[in-house]
């Protein structure tokens, strides 16, 4: 299994609403991270958690809040989210570096496309 | 802080080569890759090269590196309709995705 997994793929929410959006991936990557993408943009990094730990956190709102369960899982969960938050929401995993080996296998999900009405 | 720019556009004839462009600013760029992104789907890495490598050549795809000018070009030799997408540039100083910087994206228009 070579593959991130996004669900939903695609979400429609109201302001008021709690949702959350999954990732998951089985190929033993030890490092996850949430991207935002506007359209005709680049990815935008938010959240890096490594070894489950959250690692890097962009200054993103506090609106957005990510969680890693276990090593092949990650999550973030939307609450009172703004119309402006409307994206295309990534995650991607890595390998930790090996002894600098290229190797890392740094593979994104086909992300979720969250409308905020 | 880092800069990575990219032509926004490029259209291309179907069996003719396409060269996308990008420079850099950061010097201790290690790492530089090309992702490719269809329409709705996330970022697929097509190839990357290390900062002393000068090309790198993979099927159809051929990544030139010019460290002094901190330009880097992504050649896709008899494009396809199936090539049409958006093609961003990234560095890191890591190979692990920390600190990318990703370019604004060249979109890739191939006519049949």
């Known amino acids: 299994d070579t593959e991130v997994t996004q669900t939903p793929k695609h979400l429609v929410m109201g302001m008021t609403n709690k949702k959350s959006l999954k990732c998951e991936q089985h190929?033993?990557?030890?490092?996850m991270y949430w991207y935002k993408q506007k359209a005709k943009k680049p990815p935008e990094l938010m959240f890096v958690?490594?070894?489950?730990?959250?690692?890097i956190n962009e200054s993103v709102p506090s609106r957005f809040s990510p969680e890693c369960p276990n090593s092949s899982l990650l999550n973030l969960h939307l609450h009172a989210l703004q119309p402006e938050d409307s994206a295309l929401y990534l995650c991607?995993?890595?390998?930790?570096?090996?002894?600098?080996?290229?190797?890392?296998?740094?593979?994104f999900g086909s992300g979720t496309r969250l409308t905020v009405v | 802080g880092e800069d990575v720019e990219q032509s926004l556009f490029l259209s291309v004839r179907e069996g003719d080569s396409s060269v996308i462009n990008c420079t850099y600013t950061?010097?201790?760029?290690?790492?530089l890759y090309w992702y490719k992104q269809e329409p709705g789907a996330g970022l697929q890495l097509l190839t990357y090269?290390?900062?002393?490598?000068d090309m790198k050549q993979d099927q159809r795809l051929t990544v030139l590196l010019n460290k002094k000018d901190k330009h880097l070009s992504l050649r896709i030799a008899d494009t396809q309709t199936g090539d049409s997408a958006i093609y961003f540039c990234?560095?890191?100083?890591?190979?692990?995705?920390?600190?990318?910087?990703f370019g604004p994206g060249t979109r890739l228009s191939v006519l049949p």
């Open positions: 190929m033993g990557h030890r490092a």
């Open positions: 990234a560095e890191s100083e890591d190979n692990y995705g920390q600190n990318f910087v």
């Open positions: 090269i290390f900062s002393n490598m």
């Open positions: 958690y490594s070894y489950e730990k959250l690692s």
């Open positions: 950061d010097s201790s760029s290690t790492y």
């Open positions: 991607a995993s890595s390998q930790e570096r090996i002894g600098g080996s290229p190797n890392y296998g740094y593979t």
